[in-house]
Structure formats: structure tokens, C-alpha cells
């Protein structure tokens, strides 16, 4: 073909995706094209909080108690300047997602990416170097599979809240949690990666590499590496959905993130409070986002998934 | 053969535990924070005395009406302005089959004497006890007394031979987290037993079939498990996985009191919510204001009341369920003046131009500590408060944590700005006054002056107060105690607390304003 050779030319490339196989099987599953468009809105709009939120939360200024509880502006005691109502300190709630939808996105991805980073390396060295290394890296990763991720996480915070000096905790609570989290879902990424290794090391590259002097570490990273990427990005993209919502589970449960700088998990927990008296705007809405959210997530992640299968297409 | 064996004991038990099913009354009783500590000298804390209450005894008590009957004692004369004695009642037990004599008696009260007791504001005037003889104590009093009975409700009998066996003979030591023997253990003369106790998970009491008493009521077992989560605690109670909630969250009663499976008492509370202030370092520790402490200026005190709504808080917060009020004891204390009971009206401007005259144009940044276990909507009073203030430009930074963090906290006098709730069990204007408004000193005086507020012609006044016998007197002293602490603006009080108990609807029980549930009085059909 020759478009190929034009690798460089920004139109050719656009053009190129474009006519890809990806783009025609995303292109012919409305389903995917939908989440893949909430996916970006909510990434937008956590990204520009400051300026699509109606109102900001967080400012104690703008605040009036006695707009508190006022109910989503189609219902009767509605009021148009809260379309989703306010929350028990008059917090408008469709801002408080916005604002949280920012905070879980930002632990959950940056958790994901951590995550990554050591799994893939481990798994790489593990892999690669084979033997007792090997054996080490997987039992530790066998150890640890045995327990749910959020009990793992729930200890790391829970060390970290013991260990750290009174008052600073609220400073680093949220690097904590993006450290809890990403230390609970390494083991995905280190499996999937050591596979993949093993069967890439005894190629005819790898030993090319290996013949000509190659130094270990740059076989593992140059070489290696970008052929075992593409199940990585695939894990990857299911797990930021699993983050969100571990993140979402330790703020519920009290111990992610402070009220101060609330995620959607904080905001479902406050809300609870006000379900049975029929305040039930506060806890449905943000809990419906955080399904909205993790769901359309989870169906790029599936998507992308089988795209690219080669078995699947 | 061992089969036949083991199958008939199964077979055996399984008869014991329905026969006892059958007429096994078990209170399953919730609120949202735990019991802080078992010993009775402990801590000076309404569910924890609630519930000390139903295992150790005091020589008086307070009956259904609030009125003061014996208990441990049956009779009492004053034989000097100086002296009073009291007849121990005859034949009571402690839990472990000890005698309950008048060494007993003596030891208890000197123990809550100790300067590790959290009880000094029940010991105000009381400079000791002697044995008469067996059946007899002495109790010794600076001068009369004219509230010792009402005191003496609150003080508990120990052992003194499993106090010394276990090595428990001063009161643990709360605010520096000390454990001892008697702080998970106990052995009193009450209706109920300590059977078992998991901090933060579960207390179970039983009955003690030996107690001298009558029980009115048909509860054999107590089981008391804290729920923090309002909507767990609520769920649990119309799921009747517990019986009776103390706390109840003022937004679900409504819908509480439609719920026939459940009933509503409600009644006013003799607690009255405030915040209070650091009002003797020379730099505010949690504060963005370095080498002065703003709250040590009247004005910025004043300006923190102005700018702090509380009808609003009655409305958004409590939902109607509040007094709003300007003083610091409620209106069952003898004492109380409506006169002095005119809540102030908020007024933004006036606080922010306070808050500038006082030099802080810009406002400031101060840490509001406030538990999240204790009083009624606590954390969103809290919260509330912090919006409000920063609408006069003060930055709240909210510090909530749980009971038993929070009072080992504060008592520590380690705070700037904090929530205290102060019931008065003995009904009398003293009680609130020598403990909250009291320069610091020795016995009860300020004991829960978390910011050392002072003021001379205050200590002059609660100083009288302390052997003032003339109630007309009493009162006059009261009235001007409080009056000056209004215009210092010493705390901003907030409201007394309206106490809506929720329960099964077969239990039954009685309600009472000091906040105590008390089983021996409890039926459960």
C-alpha cells in the first residue's frame, strides 16, 4: 500500500486510523460509541470542573444552610438554579459530582498507571529472568491474589493513618489511597505480562538481541516490551473501572478520601444518611454517576478487548 | 456410645436454650458511639454513666420523676453543717458475692476524689468520708452542702477488695489512654452484670439474680452495640435487629413515626450544645495567625456568635428537633432565667466589622475540633458552622473524629475551637457553672473549661454559689454568673437537645430528660 511509507504525515496517519480495522468495529457498535462519548464528557468535564460546574461546592462562601435539602428542580419544591438539588449543606449535587467525578478519576487512573509501572516491570523481570527470581515474584503475587483487593487496601491506609504524624494524614490521604490501590492491582499486569514474556524470550529477535551484546535490561524494556503491551493497555483500561470503584468502596466505608475534598464514594456515603427520610437525591445521583462512569469504562475496556483479539475478529 | 452421649447433651441443650428462649427478655439497645471505658470514675460521660448506672450503684439515685430516692443508702441526716451520714442498706452484694459495707463506701468516695477521677464536679464541697461503723458513712463537706444529695447521684460504689486485687485503686487515667483491669471489667451491686465487652463492637449485660432490688421491668439481657452510620443504625432498628435506639437521626423521625412496627418518645433534653474557644494561650496552636490569639478579644468572639445562625441549624440540621438558646444549662435546671434566654440574631456586617476592629480584616484560618460520635447531628453541626463562618470570612478547618479520640483531646485542653454538649445531672445551676465557666483550679472547677475561659466576678459568684443555701440567693448568683459570661461572650451556646428515643414497638420505657435508658424500668412483650 502506499500510504505505509508516509508514516510521518500527520494526515496520512489520521487518514490511516481512520480506515483501521479498530476504528470500523468501534464505528459499527453504537453501544461503544456511547460510552466512548461519556467517557470523554465525564473526563471533560472533570478536567474543566471550575468552569461547567454550575455552582463550586467548595467554596464555603457561596454556601446558604438554608438551602440545604432543596430537591431536583423538576419537583415540586424544585429551584432552577439546582438541577440535581443541594445536599444537607446546600451544596448544589450536581456540582458535588462534577467535583467528585474529579477526584475519583484522578485516584483511579493514577492508581492504574502506578499499578502498571511495577507490575509491568515485574512481570518483565520475572519473565525474563526466570528461575528464583521467577519463583519469588509469583508467589508474592500468589499471596497477595488471595486477598481482595480492598482488604489490602484498607490495611495500607490503615498503616499509613497509624504511622503517619497526627494532622498530616488529611495532606497525603489521597496518595495513600492512589498507593493503597495501585498496591492491591499489580498482580493483574505482572501475570499477563511474565506470560507473554516467556513466550516472546526464546524468539529469534530476543536472541538476536541477545547475541549481538545486548545489555539484559534494554532486551526487556526495547524488545520485549512493546510486543507485550497490547493485553497491558487492554488490562489496563478494565482496571481503572475496578480503582474508581475501590476508591469509591474506602470513601463509603470512611476511609478514603476526606469530606473536604469529597470523590463520589464520599458523596454516596453522605447522602446514605438522608435515605430514608426521602432526601433521595442526595446518595442516587452521585451513585448513579459513579455507574455511569465505571460502566462505560468497563465497556470501551471489553471492546478493546476483543478489537484486539486477532482469534475474536 | 459416645455418639448417644454427645447426641443427648445436644438434645439436652438445645431444651435449655428454647426453655430459656421462651421467657428470655433481651434489650438490643444501639447509639452511635461506644461506651468509653468501664471504670466508674472514668469518665464523666452521659451513655457511658447510663450505662455504668445499671451495673454499679450510687448511695442516692433519681427515680421515674427525676426525683432523688436511697439506693445504696436508706437514710441520711445531717449531723453538722459540715456532715452528713448515711445508713448503707443492709444485706447487698457486690457481683462477685463480697459484702457492700461502709469501707466500700468510703473507698468509692475517696477514689472519686482521686486526681485521676473524671467525677470532681459530683465531689464539689465534699472533702472526704469516715466509718461510723459497719452499716454507717460519714461524708465530710466544706460547709453545707445544700446540693450534695444531687451530687451524690452520680458518684458509684466499688469494691473496695477487687479494686486492691486487681489493682485498680485510682481511676484510670482517660485522657492519657491508660488501660487497667477496671476499665474492661466490672463488679458493682446493680441489676445487671458485665458479661462480656468488645470496645467498639459489642457490651452484653445480664441480669443479676441476687440484686436487692425489685425489677419492674423484664429484661434479663442488655446487649449494647454501637452503629455509627445513621442509615445502618435506622435500618437496623426497623429490621428489629435491635430494639431500642437512643439516637434516632432527627431527619428519619418522621417517617419513624409513621412506621408502625416502631414508636417514637420524645422529650427535651437537659444537654445544652456550645462551642468554646482557647482563651489563655498567647498564640492560637490551630490557627493561621501566629504570636497572638484573636479569640483571647471579646469582639472576635462576638463576631463568631454573630455570624453562627443557630434557628437556621434548628431548621436545616436538627429539623425542628432543638431549642435554640443563649445560656449554658437548660430550662429543667433550677437556676435558669428566661430572661437571660434571648438567643442573639445574626448579623453578618456587625461580626465582619468586629472581626476588623479586632484587627483581622482578612479574617482567619482556625481548626474547629468536633466529634462525630456524641451529640446529635455533631459532624453537621459542625460542617454547618463552618459555612457560616466563612461567610464572615473566618476558614474553619474541620477536624471530626470519634468520642473516645475526641475527649482524650480535648481534655488535654490540646484544642482551639471545639463542640462540647453539657448535661447537668444534678439539676442544679452549679453543676454547669463550676465545671464550664470556673477559672481552672482545683477539684471540679473548670474541670470542662476546655478553653479556660476567666473571669473573677464569675469565680466570685459560682464561689458563693458553692454554700449558698437560700434558693432566692442561689439564684441571684446564677443570674449574674451567667449574665457576665454572656457579655464576654465566654461560649456561643447553640441549643438544647430535643431526645427522640425510637424502639420496637413492644418496648416500652421511660423516657427521661437526662438521656438515660434504664432496663430495670424496660418491658419488651
Known amino acids: 500500500m502506499a500510504g505505509e511509507q508516509a508514516g510521518g504525515n500527520a494526515g496520512g496517519a489520521l487518514h490511516r486510523f481512520f480506515d483501521s480495522d479498530i476504528f470500523h468495529s468501534f464505528k459499527g457498535s453504537p453501544v461503544v460509541v456511547i460510552a466512548a462519548v461519556l467517557t470523554v464528557a465525564c473526563i471533560l468535564a472533570a478536567t474543566f470542573a471550575p468552569w461547567v460546574a454550575p455552582h463550586n461546592p467548595f467554596d464555603l462562601r457561596t454556601l446558604n444552610l438554608l438551602d440545604a435539602f432543596t430537591p431536583p428542580s423538576w419537583t415540586e419544591r424544585g429551584n432552577p438554579a439546582y438541577l440535581l438539588g443541594t445536599d444537607d449543606q446546600g451544596r448544589d449535587v450536581l456540582s458535588t459530582i462534577i467535583y467528585g467525578s474529579r477526584m475519583s478519576l484522578v485516584v483511579g487512573l493514577l492508581a492504574t498507571i502506578l499499578a502498571m509501572i511495577v507490575g509491568v516491570t515485574l512481570g518483565l523481570v520475572s519473565g525474563y529472568a526466570g528461575g528464583r527470581i521467577d519463583a519469588f515474584i509469583m508467589r508474592v503475587a500468589d499471596i497477595q491474589l488471595s486477598f481482595p483487593a480492598i482488604l489490602i487496601a484498607l490495611l495500607i491506609d490503615g498503616v499509613a493513618r497509624a504511622v503517619l504524624p497526627k494532622g498530616s494524614h488529611d495532606e497525603v490521604v489521597v496518595y495513600v489511597l492512589i498507593l493503597a490501590i495501585a498496591a492491591s492491582g499489580w498482580v493483574g499486569y505482572a501475570r499477563t505480562v511474565r506470560g507473554s514474556t516467556l513466550v516472546e524470550r526464546n524468539k529469534e529477535y530476543v536472541q538476536a538481541a541477545r547475541v549481538i551484546g545486548r545489555h539484559p535490561v534494554a532486551i526487556m524494556f526495547s524488545h520485549v516490551l512493546p510486543n507485550v503491551l497490547g493485553p497491558v493497555l487492554v488490562l489496563a483500561t478494565l482496571q481503572v473501572g475496578a480503582a474508581i470503584i475501590t476508591e469509591s468502596s474506602l470513601s463509603f466505608l470512611g476511609v478514603g478520601v476526606p469530606p473536604t475534598q469529597p470523590s463520589l464514594g464520599t458523596l454516596i456515603r453522605v447522602g446514605n444518611d438522608f435515605l430514608f427520610s426521602g432526601e433521595w437525591w442526595i446518595t442516587v445521583f452521585p451513585g448513579f454517576a459513579l455507574v455511569l462512569l465505571v460502566l462505560a469504562i468497563n465497556v470501551l475496556g471489553d471492546w478493546l478487548r476483543d478489537a484486539l483479539n486477532p482469534k475474536l475478529r | ?525
Not at chain 2, 452499716?135 to 451524690?152: C, D, F, H, Y
Not at chain 2, 469582639?299 to 434548628?314: G, S, T, W
Request: hydrophobic share 40%; with cysteine; charged share 25%.
Open chain 2, 1 to 525: 456410645m459416645s455418639a448417644t452421649i454427645v447426641l443427648r447433651a445436644a438434645t439436652l441443650a438445645a431444651a435449655l436454650a428454647f426453655g430459656a428462649a421462651a421467657d428470655a427478655k433481651t434489650l438490643r439497645w444501639s447509639s452511635q458511639g461506644d461506651i468509653l471505658t468501664m471504670d466508674p470514675h472514668a469518665q464523666n460521660e452521659g451513655l457511658n454513666n447510663a450505662v455504668s448506672d445499671h451495673i454499679y450503684e450510687p448511695l442516692v439515685t433519681r427515680g421515674k420523676d427525676l426525683k432523688i430516692e436511697p439506693c445504696l443508702a436508706t437514710s441520711w441526716k445531717a449531723v453538722s453543717p459540715a456532715a452528713t451520714q448515711f445508713k448503707l442498706r443492709p444485706g447487698v452484694r457486690f457481683h462477685d458475692g463480697t459484702p457492700f459495707t461502709a469501707d466500700d463506701a468510703v473507698f468509692s468516695i475517696e477514689r472519686a476524689l482521686a486526681p485521676t477521677s473524671n467525677f470532681s464536679p459530683y465531689m464539689q464541697g465534699i472533702t472526704g468520708a469516715r466509718k461510723v461503723d459497719e452499716q454507717t458513712v460519714e461524708i465530710a463537706t466544706r460547709g453545707p452542702n445544700p446540693v450534695l444529695l444531687a451530687q451524690l447521684t452520680e458518684v458509684r460504689m466499688m469494691s473496695k477488695a477487687w479494686a486492691a486485687r486487681h489493682n485498680v485503686l485510682k481511676p484510670q487515667d482517660y485522657k492519657n489512654k491508660e488501660e487497667t483491669y477496671a476499665s474492661r471489667n466490672a463488679n458493682g451491686t446493680g441489676p445487671f452484670v458485665l458479661k462480656s465487652r468488645e470496645a467498639d463492637v459489642k457490651t452484653v449485660l445480664v441480669l443479676n439474680s441476687n440484686w436487692w432490688g425489685k425489677m419492674e421491668g423484664n429484661v434479663n439481657e442488655i446487649v449494647y452495640q454501637p452503629i455509627k452510620q445513621d442509615g445502618t443504625r435506622l435500618a437496623a432498628l426497623l429490621s428489629g435487629e435491635v430494639d431500642f435506639v437512643l439516637d434516632p437521626p432527627p431527619q428519619d423521625i418522621p417517617r419513624l413515626k409513621k412506621d408502625p412496627k416502631v414508636k417514637v418518645v420524645e422529650g427535651n433534653e437537659n444537654r445544652t450544645i456550645f462551642f468554646g474557644f482557647d482563651q489563655w494561650r498567647d498564640e492560637l496552636q490551630y490557627a493561621s495567625v501566629k504570636g497572638k490569639n484573636p479569640f483571647r478579644d471579646q469582639r472576635v468572639r462576638q463576631a463568631f456568635q454573630l455570624a453562627i445562625d443557630v434557628n437556621a441549624l434548628k431548621t436545616q440540621v436538627m429539623r425542628g428537633l432543638s431549642t435554640p438558646t443563649a445560656v449554658m444549662f437548660a430550662p429543667q435546671v433550677d437556676g435558669y432565667d428566661r430572661a437571660l434566654d434571648a438567643v442573639t440574631k445574626p448579623d453578618r456586617e456587625r461580626a465582619r466589622k468586629l472581626l476588623a476592629e479586632a484587627g483581622y480584616p482578612q479574617g482567619f484560618e482556625v481548626t474547629l475540633d468536633c466529634p462525630n460520635n456524641r451529640y446529635i447531628n455533631d459532624e453537621k453541626l459542625c460542617q454547618a458552622t463552618a459555612a457560616m463562618l466563612a461567610q464572615v470570612n473566618v476558614k474553619v478547618r474541620l477536624n471530626a473524629m470519634p468520642r473516645a479520640t475526641y475527649f482524650a483531646k480535648i481534655q488535654k485542653f490540646d484544642t482551639s475551637f471545639y463542640m462540647l454538649g453539657w448535661g447537668v445531672p444534678t439539676f442544679d445551676s452549679l453543676y454547669a457553672l463550676q465545671s464550664l465557666l470556673r477559672t481552672v483550679g482545683q477539684g471540679g472547677d473548670g474541670n470542662f473549661n476546655l478553653g479556660k475561659y476567666s473571669n473573677p466576678k464569675v469565680d466570685a459568684a459560682i464561689d458563693a454559689l458553692k454554700t449558698e443555701t437560700d434558693p432566692a440567693k442561689r439564684k441571684a448568683l446564677t443570674r449574674e454568673a451567667l449574665a457576665i459570661h454572656k457579655a464576654d461572650v465566654g461560649h456561643v451556646p447553640l441549643h438544647h437537645q430535643v431526645i427522640p428515643w425510637a424502639m420496637r414497638a413492644n418496648v416500652s420505657v421511660v423516657h427521661r430528660a437526662d438521656n438515660r435508658l434504664v432496663a430495670r424500668w424496660v418491658k419488651v412483650n
